[in-house]
């Protein structure tokens, strides 16, 4: 019973809500179970997510931080969406230059 579960992808919300309804018995029996053995804790998942989330602040020089605060006004982000992404998409390309 302590097998990882698998979810698979969805390409759309209505099959993963399909899927879920047909396997709701079966998710409804693990979670039992669970309880029942004290594997369930008390939370949600964003305190879950917090408890694992690892921040790292970077320091920016005043031309950077001004044409990222450029950028995400010109997107219509917020900065730190902005930067988010970019950092995410060079860590990408990096990955692919080294692999």
Do not use: C, Y
């Amino acid at each position: 019973m302590n097998e990882p579960r698998i979810i698979p992808r969805f390409a759309s919300e209505k099959e993963e809500a399909d899927w879920w309804f047909e396997n709701r018995e079966k998710h409804s029996e693990e979670f039992i179970a669970a309880a029942a053995d004290g594997r369930v804790k008390r939370g949600n998942l964003a305190d879950h997510l917090d408890a694992i989330r690892q921040a790292t602040t970077v320091r920016l020089d005043s031309e950077t931080a001004s044409e990222a605060r450029e950028l995400a006004k010109f997107r219509g982000q917020e900065v730190s969406i902005v930067l988010k992404f970019l950092v995410h998409e060079a860590l990408q390309r990096e990955k692919q230059l080294v692999s």
